[in-house]
T-cell receptor, first 109, second 113 residues
Framework: SQELEQSPQSLIVQEGKNLTINCTSS?????LYWYKQKYGEGLIFLMM?????EEKSHEKITAKLDEKKQQSSLHITASQPSHAGIYLC?????????FGAGTTVTVRA | DTGVSQDPRHKITKRGQNVTFRCDPI?????LYWYRQTLGQGPEFLTY????????KSRLLSDRFSAERPKGSFSTLEIQRTEQGDSAMYLC???????????FGSGTRLTVV
């Protein structure tokens, strides 16, 4: 089984609606990264969380880290077509990142 | 600073051929990482360098794979005697140091036919 589990695996959201993606680790989290990937392309950095309880926002995307639960969530408010893609969480392990399998987001007009 | 560059973007090769990919990191980043990503999965760690030293290699990196970073700047990843199972996206990332963020390139998509 993977160290990082993302849920849901995929989701379809109506444009303008909110969505939440979860990332749960089987190990203690020391640093949690969120990336976005368009199909067939590289990873675009979204946010990095390092402290328990930390919350960061950029435009309409908010990410939180619950260190006790070994979990992070990514929330998108009022989704737009530009939010479509694959969202990946990565945990820092001994100077490198270990990733979840990703959540595919589809935004319907 | 133009980010992390990877070349080529796409490579189609016949089974049994050798292929080499190049990665140019952000110039001031001393760490360079290689990952492999297959469809529907997250990137899997292959190896990483600090300057010219290769510090860690994953068990995924079979003896057909070799990576170098001769002058501590760009890196190459070579796959010898390619197999169909090598078909994947190969991603390169660089970092200025531990926990300070990882910037990814656009990847090289390899198709072995």
């Amino acid at each position: 089984s993977q160290e990082l589990e993302q849920s849901p695996q995929s989701l379809i959201v109506q444009e303008g609606k909110n969505l939440t993606i979860n990332c749960t680790s089987s190990k203690t989290l020391y640093g949690l990264y969120w990336y976005k990937q368009k199909y067939g392309e590289g990873l675009i950095f979204l946010m990095m969380l390092q402290k328990g309880g930390e919350e960061k926002s950029h435009e309409k995307i908010t990410a939180k880290l619950d260190e006790k639960k070994q979990q992070s969530s990514l929330h998108i408010t009022a989704s737009q077509p530009s939010h479509a893609g694959i969202y990946l969480c990565g945990a820092r392990r001994q100077d490198k990142l270990s990733f979840g399998a990703g959540t595919t987001v589809t935004v319907r007009a | 600073d133009t980010g992390v560059s990877q070349d080529p973007r796409h490579k189609i090769t016949k089974r049994g051929q050798n292929v080499t990919f190049r990665c140019d990191p952000i110039s001031e980043h001393n760490r360079l990482y290689w990952y492999r990503q297959t469809l529907g999965q997250g990137p899997e760690f292959l190896t990483y360098f600090q300057n010219e030293a290769q510090l860690e290699k994953s068990r995924l990196l079979s003896d057909r794979f070799s990576a170098e970073r001769p002058k501590g700047s760009f890196s190459t990843l070579e796959i010898q005697r390619t197999e169909q199972g090598d078909s994947a996206m190969y991603l390169c990332a660089s970092s200025p140091g531990s926990g300070n963020g990882y910037t990814f390139g656009s990847g090289t998509r390899l198709t072995v036919v």
